[in-house]
């Protein structure tokens, strides 16, 4: 029986080529800058010259997020020379072993402190809003080197996938309140699956030798050329209640409306609640999710064993072992096993604004919708799959830029760590351009659901559906390619 996906070789071959289509704004020049670049030694003076920003609009920024005021009376010299590629940097204190501290500090001495940002002290929505508004009164006011920076501007983030999602989600509010450009995003990878950064070229970790890499990684990010990333809204809207310390990326909403043209097989519920979100590389719901709870959890309350990605990864699979992710008790009701007992699927197909119902395989213990190549810590369980193959399901090449996810299931944690290692590819579902879930809970309580790593519990009703609406945000993201 032939297998979906390709032969060891060209697996090989196609898990070396980028799933991301590059823009083309800094030409062939700025790649061959890319090639050696570990080998290049960029001292402090030029760095600071290439990406810091004149002293006084470093503190007139800094004083509009404090005051929370985007007003400014700073004025300028045309004595100032505008930096080439102005870069700004939030860091995740809680990453990186818990190494966010450490990192921070080498940033701030490297480029300047105004320009670095503590996660826990200043979050992006308001440097947003204050800090690039500053620059954009000054710049209305006729301070040119204020324009430029603004229009040059790009941003680095020191963290996880969940990070990066949240100031990517941040940054994509700018679309909303026509305030363009929006600055591009490089990654500096500090969490545990780092799979943005992978599929990116930032790599799947930050060297050991971090004093000298953040050096490296910066000048990279002000030279490298720009990618496309689709990112998607989430909804969630669940009988009165709300999810108990849900993911940065996740708000409340009073926009709660539910097409009741489609078959639903519970009742909807009387009264509503909604969340809202956007993810970049996957949401999943089952077993999986349950498991990244617990560590997610663990981690928060003993931060001392959560210490770097290799401790991470062992409680990670610890969790897999506790929570029946490899085993189902013999004890469990059938009907608390299998998603398919509580969860209906429909998708719109590309190109199609007709709902369309998927079963949901009976084995399926975790759904995941997938943007990206990268998913567990850089491995592809949608596989590498043959053209006939692809025509024969009716699927296309998958892309990070082509308006689909890919949804596919992961039976239990024999089948995912098959999976993983990429002997087998996983259960594949569907391709689709939206995606409407109707889950009900019976005798769940809870259903386990995460978007970026970022987990949480969502309560289920005994009497009423939740439903889960994902469609893709009309603007892409941009961010920095750094392979």
Known sequence: ???????????????????????????????????????????KAELRQ??????????????????????????????YLTPEVPLMVFVNPKSGGRQGPLIK?????????????????????????????????????????????????????????????????CLGELNLQNRQPVPPVSIMPLGTGNDLSRSFGWGGSFPFAWKSAIKRTLYRASIAPIS???????????????????PYSLKTTQECIIDQSLEIVGEFPPSKNGYEGVFYNYFSIGMDAQVAYGFHHLRNEKPNLAN???????????????????????????????????????????????????????????????NLHSYGSGRNPWGNLKQDYLEKRGFVEAQADDGLLEIFGLKQGWHASFVMVELISAKHIAQAAAIRLEIRGGEWKDAFMQMDGEPWKQPMSKDYSTFVDIKRVPHQSLIVKGD
Not at 140 to 161: F, H, P, Y
Not at 228 to 246: F, N
Not at 318 to 341: A, E, I
Request: glycine letters at 8%.
């Open 308 to 370: 770097g990605p290799i401790a991470n990864k062992i409680i990670y699979s610890g969790y897999g072992c506790s929570q029946g992710w490899f085993m189902t008790h013999c004890t469990n009701d059938p009907g608390l096993r299998g998603l398919k007992n509580i969860m209906t699927l429909h998708i719109k197909k590309q190109d199609s604004s007709e709902w369309e119902k998927v079963p949901v395989p009976k084995s399926v213990r975790a759904v995941v919708a997938l």
């Open 228 to 246: 496309r990333l689709d990112s998607w809204d989430i909804l969630i809207t669940m009988p009165s209640g709300e999810i108990e310390d849900p």
């Open 105 to 169: 500090e080498r940033l701030q001495n490297l480029i300047s402190e105004e320009q670095v940002f503590d996660l826990t002290e200043v979050k992006p929505n308001e440097f947003i809003r204050y800090g690039l508004g500053c620059l954009e009164v000054l710049a209305a006011q006729g301070d040119e080197c204020a324009r430029e920076i603004r229009e040059r501007m790009r941003i680095v983030v020191a963290g996880g996938d969940g990070t990066v999602g949240w100031v990517l989600g």
């Open 50 to 79: 290439r990406v810091m920003l004149p002293k006084y609009l470093r503190l007139a920024i800094r004083d509009c997020i404090l005051r929370k005021d985007d007003s400014s009376s700073a004025s300028s010299s045309s004595s």
């Open 1 to 43: 029986m032939d297998s979906p996906s390709s032969s060891t070789g060209d697996s090989l071959t196609a898990r070396m080529i980028p799933r991301h289509s590059s823009l083309d704004s800094f030409g062939a020049m700025k790649v061959v800058q890319l090639v050696n670049l570990a080998s290049i030694r960029v001292s």
